[in-house]
């Protein structure tokens, strides 16, 4: 298949179950789907088939996905998993419920200081790729993922690579409209172009633009290598200066005129947002390519067309080693440029973005049934311990507490808004004699109406814990929206302990790991 191939919502890949379409690009679709073997939902990108035609496209596939497997960095989306299935190749991957940077631009320009941490978070995850000789290649908003909490993740590492090189045998990789200059004239690369495109990306993020409009790929890569880049405050006019530098700096047309490390142009950026001057730089370090600006306190060097600031005090981290690579001048000859041009048309149809969007709900993860132990744990980092009632459970701190007892059971509930809730039930056996099965059948049968709800599976764990998952489609009258339960059950004579895990599809697989530890601080006590 291609982008615009079938869907494969329903079928089958490996052990993956695929749900539903969430994202689709240029040469990739994404889609929810749940890994079998651990109740786990993923992200699973599927490369068009067509690719296996190709003999070596398979053994590069797998290189470049395995060594990109193995960066472990806090802020670098995981991959799960990866090979082919019915022909097709796929990439397995986390999924976050939050969305890419394009789609935060799409519901308007983020402000300044609520960048500050994004951006801290991507830095760290490319200075840690770098040191290990990974160049991403093809950074832009849409690869920039978010979860819940606005914690950004970087993904699609060396995915350009693959699909571009495998397809055209060109050079050229990558999406034009994010490409440094050495990247669009087909030079070696090195972490400093990865610096570039972070600065074109930090560009559209603070203006919602990118930065240069061409009609054709070709016509944006030469404005890559020869224009400057327009001032941020012709398009967003409050913009401090100090910011409008550290994007000059970063998007300067010579590498070693950009920042250090991506590390230190979020830090510069963090500096400029607060008033700090120790980001802008200095005589000594002039941003190749800036539009000149006459100010009374600048001077203009009119050789290189390049404005320099006041000196002031500059903290820059050392360089990291880097291999040397053929400097990209300002004041380049017109003919290589129309040579190069011309070979470009020719890759230009096929030099395209991926597109990694996780837009839509998403089921949580399953919650695992664990086995029961005699000592309950002490409360987990963030939680509350509870005892009383006959049974002691540790849930979330600062979570709303109903006590919604009748005279016949126990119901205590905790919520985080409409879209959360934890919810123990301590029920009487005695219509059923106390049966553990009938038990839990009768509860079913009074608190997940078919209709309401319907019952995904069922799981039992060597303690006896029976899990029972329930999905809520549409909103029910006590105002949920729909999402998933894992109801888990445990006898309690005469009757049992029902623990409820509720989560709205919007959490994603945000909460799991925190249902995870209520579920293990459940004891039954008497």
Do not use: C
């Not at 006896?464 to 009258?477: C, D, F, Q």
């Amino acid at each position: 298949m291609s982008s615009g191939g079938s869907n494969l919502s329903g079928r089958t890949l490996g052990q993956f179950e695929i749900m539903d379409e969430i994202g689709r690009g240029g040469m990739a679709t994404v889609y929810r789907a749940r890994q079998r073997s651990i109740n786990r939902i993923v992200a699973i990108k599927v490369l068009p088939p067509a690719l296996m035609h190709d003999p070596t496209f398979y053994e590069r596939f797998t290189r470049e996905v395995d060594v990109i497997s193995h960066l472990e960095h806090p802020h670098i989306l995981p991959i799960y998993d990866y090979g082919e299935a019915e022909g097709i190749p796929f990439i397995a991957m986390r999924y976050l419920a939050g969305g890419s940077m394009a789609q935060v631009m799409r519901r308007g320009l983020p402000p300044f200081d609520w960048l500050v941490k994004p951006l801290d978070q991507i830095g760290q995850a490319l200075d840690y790729a770098h040191q290990q000789g990974v160049v991403h290649r093809d950074l832009k908003p849409g690869n920039i993922l978010l979860d819940e909490r606005d914690n950004a993740y970087l993904t699609d590492f060396g995915i350009a690579r693959v699909l571009n090189s495998s397809l055209t045998g060109s050079a050229i990789i990558g999406t034009p409209a994010y490409m440094s200059p050495e990247q669009a004239n087909a030079l070696p690369l090195d972490a400093r172009s990865d610096i570039y495109s972070f600065g074109i990306v930090l560009y559209e993020l603070l203006t919602g633009r990118e930065p240069y409009e061409a009609e054709t790929p070709v016509a944006l890569l030469l404005k890559h290598l020869n224009e400057p880049i327009p001032l941020l405050r012709e398009r967003r006019p409050e913009t401090p200066e100090a910011i409008e530098w550290v994007v000059q700096r970063a998007t300067a047309k010579n590498p070693a005129d950009r920042y250090a490390s991506a590390g230190e142009m979020a830090a510069a950026y963090a500096a400029a947002v607060r008033g700090d001057s120790w980001n802008t730089p200095s005589a000594a370090t002039p941003v190749a390519g800036a539009r000149p600006r006459i100010e009374s306190s600048s001077v203009l060097d009119e050789d290189s067309a390049t404005i320099t600031p006041p000196a002031v005090k500059t903290r820059r981290a050392p360089a990291p080693e880097a291999p040397e690579m053929m400097p990209v001048s300002g004041r380049r000859s017109r003919v290589p440029l129309i040579l190069a041009a011309i070979a470009l048309i020719l890759a230009a149809v096929v030099v395209a973005g991926l597109l990694v969007s996780t837009s839509g709900p998403l089921e949580p993860v399953y919650v695992t049934p664990t086995p029961q132990i005699a000592a309950a744990p002490a409360a987990f980092p963030g939680g509350t311990a509870i005892t009383g009632s006959g049974y002691s459970l540790t849930v979330p701190e600062g979570w709303v507490f109903a006590d919604l007892s009748s005279p016949d059971q126990v119901v205590h509930r905790w919520q985080n808004g409409q879209d959360a809730t934890v919810r123990l039930v301590r029920a009487t056996g005695a219509e059923t004699d106390g049966d553990f099965r009938a038990l839990i059948d009768r509860y079913e049968a009074e608190h997940f109406p078919p209709g309401a709800f319907s019952r995904i599976d069922e799981a039992t764990a060597p303690d006896g814990t029976v899990r029972r998952s329930y999905r809520l489609t549409g909103e029910t009258a006590q105002g949920l929206e729909a999402g998933q339960t894992d109801v888990f059950f445990r006898e309690a004579a005469p009757g049992l302990i029902a623990l409820e895990l509720y989560a709205a599809d919007r959490w994603g697989n945000t909460l799991t790991p925190i249902y995870q530890q209520v579920l293990d601080s459940l004891r039954v006590t008497s």
